[in-house]
């Protein structure tokens, strides 16, 4: 059985980058990562260390009680994409910024996972975070999050597997939002409350 990375290992891979996977350590940690399978050193420069699905996934499983030290304390100021409900915040130039930075990021990380380097359909981050990547691609094409109160768009996570539900009270903007889902691969459809007869998008990550 693989030995469980160290807790210098494990805070490398805490401290990735939470939508590329993006790694900084030093060079003796990312190789120890790359020897276990949960790291991949990018083949062109600057020769990048990236999570493999595996580090993605030790990544987001609850660490064990350590015997010794804590975990490292949570990370402040990672960028979330906005899902909608959020108390209002700051929409200024720095925070398109971060979108855009983050979507680019998001669209290597296809380029690097998917066969063929095809980055027109989501890859297995998206998979494994639904909601936040969703809401990313509607929040870089320059779609509106809803406050706490009021319209815009909110995305949510359903029983369905592999589905999200996107929520807009405003239907020429909940058209649109399932349009640019469409346009980063998503499979969307357009569906009715039983009881509140309001209408939603569901969406999926589209496979081929």
Known sequence: MTRPPTAAQRRVIDAADPVTGRLRGTEAQLAALVTRGLAFRHPRPPHDHFLTPAGHRLREAPEPAPAVEAPAPAETGVFAARIGGEEATDAGPARLREVHSAWQGLLELRRMTNPGGDVDRPCGWERTHLVRAAALALEAAGHRPAAAE?????????????????????????????????????????????????????ASPRRI
């Open 150 to 202: 009021g319209g815009g768009y909110r995305v949510r996570a359903t029983p369905q597997p592999e589905a999200v539900a996107v929520r807009e009270s405003d239907q020429a903007a909940l058209r649109a939002c399932a349009a640019t889902l469409e346009k980063a691969g998503w499979q969307v459809g357009e569906h009715t409350e039983p009881r509140t007869g309001a209408r939603y998008v569901l």
